[in-house]
């Protein structure tokens, strides 16, 4: 008889703890999801389709693996926007087993809103409900060609509003509301996770739509969109001004310079500078040395080390204000910085982000040619930038009290050698939340920064400095066991790397000389 119980109560434990993880293995349950009803939007198409053994294939840049063996619900839904004429893809997987109970959206890249089946398939992998969104704009996170302009020449404002910011809860909303049809019952935590454009969505999410995370990871956030992005226009007008276009073989002699000069301030050579701005690299230092590009020497002279620091410095205006911050020393520069060779000369090349923002919604016209900006010229464009799109896109809104008051916890990361997106944003947003939110103990309640020496943008390739091994994993503990990060485990990598550790802005990692380059090497001070 006894035995029989355990048997039988092993069963029922067994069976609990199914359901408990959210097994869901029924085709029909998949196929007869129906329309959710989400507010200030009307769901067009509902589609679900049971996919076994899935393969999501690697892409250059964004999914460097491929993502095999799943087993999920995909279901695909298409709404609009009441009188926009939109028709907005949401995309949501649902592991068929081991559900992990929670809901997570991912963001985009460049000027996709979502990485739809590159984030899904990594996402719904690890056990979370996963949803993403094209934001009614499609996929090429390199080209806003297709919608940024209505035929008549004009902003599509509905598009701009939604890749901005109502993705961001249609993504949310319809997610959330088809995990809970599937599973029959409500996410337990919902999270967002994105970096760049992604991490520009999660800092909207905190200060537009407070109630819809417990927990957010912004990585590298492209936020003041309208004033940072016309900021990555400085170095072509700079070198176009001086007449001076360095090769881009040039451009790395300074950038090892500074981080060979700046390396050592915390007290360890590892090729990383902690600290940037404790670092005074004078790019002057390196006129008249030579370098070796390509098979031939190249004498680096004043002017290009003249164009160099006016690009680390950053724009300013024709009366010495300041109008954005530059990029940091150790960071590359020959992304926005960049060169071709045309016909014998070398000419500047605008990235691609500046480039369309600039031609497609500042200046209203495709054809526009970059290589007329003048200094005068940049500094109208930043005023016109801000005026007519910081209410949209900017996403640097300080107050976060909506969001402290609905328990949420946001956590920031910026590598501080990014070379596209200027940390000093980041952390001018993190000093004005605090002014806006009285003081620094408060807002660490609920908002942590941490800025990851070395580090470029979003960790790309090569992933040099301490990049973070596990952020979304600090963010979770922080959300559901109340442990708020004191700091965040990193890695170096190369031969004088190890772990590190990232401290919470405005600490500093700094090396306790006890011989070891480890983790428990560094204190935050
Ligand atoms: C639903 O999705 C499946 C698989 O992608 C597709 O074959 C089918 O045509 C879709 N049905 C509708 C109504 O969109
Ligand atoms: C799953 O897919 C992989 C790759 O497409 C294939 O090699 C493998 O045989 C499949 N497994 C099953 C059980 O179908
Ligand atoms: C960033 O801000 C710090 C602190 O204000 C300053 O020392 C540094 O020069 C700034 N860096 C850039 C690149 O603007
Ligand atoms: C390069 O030079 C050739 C011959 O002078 C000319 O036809 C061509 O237009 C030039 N290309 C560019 C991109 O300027
Ligand atoms: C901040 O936002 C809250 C509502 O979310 C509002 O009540 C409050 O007045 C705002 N504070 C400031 C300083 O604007
Ligand atoms: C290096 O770290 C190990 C493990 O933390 C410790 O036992 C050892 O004493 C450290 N070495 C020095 C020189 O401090």
Not at 268 to 280: Q, R, T, Y
Not at 393 to 412: C, H, R, T, Y
Not at 442 to 451: A, E, G, I, Q
Not at 478 to 491: D, I
């Amino acid at each position: 008889m006894a035995r029989f119980f355990l048997v039988f109560f092993a069963a029922l434990l067994a069976s609990v703890a199914a359901s408990y993880t959210g097994d869901r293995n029924s085709k029909c349950a998949c196929t007869a999801l129906k329309k959710p009803d989400i507010p200030g939007a009307e769901v067009i198409s509902i589609n679900g389709t049971q996919l076994l053994n899935h393969t999501v294939a690697a892409f250059p840049g964004l999914l460097p693996e491929p993502v095999t063996g799943l087993a999920i619900c995909a279901v695909d839904v298409v709404l609009t926007h009441k009188g926009a004429h939109d028709q907005v893809l949401v995309k949501v997987w649902l592991p068929l087993k081991g559900w992990n109970g929670r809901f997570q959206a991912n963001g985009g890249s460049g000027f996709a809103a979502g990485g739809l089946d590159l984030t899904l398939g990594p996402t719904a992998k690890l056990g979370y409900a996963a949803a993403s969104t094209d934001a009614g704009v499609g996929f090429n996170p390199l080209s806003p060609e297709a919608w940024a302009l209505l035929a008549d020449g004009s902003v599509n404002q509905e598009a701009l509003a939604s890749f901005a910011y109502r993705s961001v809860s249609d993504v949310a909303l319809v997610g959330k509301a088809i995990t809970e049809q599937f599973y029959r019952k409500k996410p337990k935590y919902s999270y967002w996770n994105g970096c760049s454009t992604g991490g520009r969505q999660g800092l909207v999410a905190a200060q537009r739509y407070p109630d819809l995370f417990d927990g957010i990871l912004a990585g590298a956030p492209a936020i003041s969109w309208p004033t940072y992005v016309v900021a990555e226009q400085w170095p072509q007008v700079v070198m176009h001004e001086e007449n001076t276009f360095p090769s881009p073989c040039e451009l790395k002699a300074f950038t090892d310079a500074a981080v060979a000069e700046c390396d050592a301030v915390d007290g360890l050579a590892d090729g990383v500078i902690n600290n940037p701005s404790a670092c005074n690299f004078n790019p002057y230092k390196l006129v008249g040395h030579q370098v070796e590009c390509e098979g031939h020497k190249i004498t680096i002279t004043e002017s290009v080390a003249k164009v160099v620091r006016k690009i680390y410095q950053g724009p300013f205006n024709q009366d010495g204000q300041r109008l954005w911050y530059g990029l940091n020393f150790g960071a590359a520069l020959n992304t926005l910085a960049n060169t071709v060779v045309v016909n014998g000369t070398r000419k500047g090349s605008s990235f691609f982000v500046n480039d369309a923002w600039i031609r497609y919604w500042v200046i209203k016209n495709p054809k526009y040619d970059l290589d007329q900006i003048d200094y005068t010229t940049l500094e109208h464009l930043f005023a016109e930038s801000a005026t007519e799109y910081d209410s949209i896109i900017g996403s640097d809104n300080p107050n976060l009290s909506a969001f402290e008051n609905a328990g949420g916890k946001l956590l920031v990361w910026h590598g501080l050698s990014d070379q596209l997106i200027f940390p000093n944003g980041t952390v001018n947003y993190r000093d004005r939340v605090e002014q806006s939110m009285s003081g620094p103990s408060k807002v660490n309640d609920f908002f942590r920064l941490f800025l990851a020496p070395g580090v470029d943008h979003c960790a790309g390739t090569p992933s040099l400095g301490a990049v973070p091994t596990d952020p979304f994993a600090a963010l979770v503990s922080w959300v559901e066991e109340k442990k708020a990060p004191a700091h965040l485990p990193a890695q170096v990598s190369g031969p004088q790397g190890g772990d590190r550790i990232i401290c919470p802005y405005p600490l500093t990692a700094k090396y306790q000389a006890d011989g070891n380059a480890s983790a428990a090497s560094f204190d935050c001070v």
